[in-house]
Nanobody, 112 residues
Framework: QVQLVESGGGLVQPGGSLRLSCTSS????????LGWYRQAPGKERELVAL???????KYADAVKGRFTISINNAKNTVYLQMNSLKPEDTAVYYC??????WGQGTQVTVSS
């Protein structure tokens, strides 16, 4: 079983930045797609960003130009750099692997 552990969430003011990390219990070399998703209260989980083993990325329109997804294969870790954060970015952020495995989530709250 693949274990995914997120970290880096917290409380930040609008306009601030956070970097989320997701570390896998096994090598991510063979995982085709890794991604970040988020879920706000009362809403369904939505895709934020995807990255494949070739380095290709895809972003939700709401975060384009502000968020960046990246991978460090040696550390079995995927990152989400979040800049220019807005209150509407507030959600629990989840790391997902191959659309099948999920971490427990990390809370991101953007508020004054």
């Amino acid at each position: 079983q693949v274990q995914l552990v997120e970290s880096g969430g917290g409380l930040v003011q609008p306009g601030g930045s956070l970097r989320l990390s997701c570390t896998s219990s096994r090598s991510i070399f063979s995982i085709i797609t890794l991604g970040w998703y988020r879920q706000a209260p009362g809403k369904e989980r939505e895709l934020v960003a995807l990255i494949d083993n070739g380095g290709g990325t895809k972003y939700a329109d709401a975060v384009k130009g502000r968020f960046t997804i990246s991978i460090n294969n040696a550390k079995n870790t995927v990152y989400l750099q979040m800049n220019s954060l807005k209150p509407e970015d507030t959600a629990v952020y989840y790391c997902g692997a191959a659309g099948q495995y999920w971490g427990q989530g990390t809370q991101v709250t953007v508020s004054s």
